[in-house]
């Protein structure tokens, strides 16, 4: 009794291990749907802004859902400057944040031994 009881639970077991991975590659993925729950604006309400542009260089500045505010000076491609120079920077000014003006101290970076 107990044989015929034990191979009965191992063939149900075996058939769910079986069936469950089949069932799920077989069945039809329904297809996503999206609804938009609210409208952007098209425009913001106000003046535009007067936007201080650099002397030199190239800027650009866009806004999600309301669009150009428009570029300075010639819009060519550059190479960007190193990212581990950039990186570098940014994490010396978060251990030493410095305020609008304030010189920043000087730092020595040397290799390590």
Not at 12 to 26: E, F, K, N, S
Not at 71 to 81: C, R
């Amino acid at each position: 009794m107990r044989s015929i009881r034990g191979i009965v639970i191992t063939v149900v077991i075996v058939l769910i291990i079986i069936a469950v991975p089949i069932v799920q590659l077989v069945r039809p993925v329904p297809k996503p749907s999206a609804d938009v729950l609210a409208a952007l604006p098209a425009k913001v309400a106000g003046p535009a802004p007067n936007i201080q542009w650099p002397t030199q260089g190239q800027a650009a500045l866009e806004a999600v859902g309301i669009g150009s505010f428009g570029t300075s000076g010639v819009q060519a491609p550059v190479p960007i400057a190193s990212v581990t120079k950039v990186m570098t920077a940014y994490l010396v000014l978060q251990k030493h944040p410095l305020q609008l003006g304030q010189q920043g101290p000087s730092i020595t970076v040397t290799p390590l031994t």
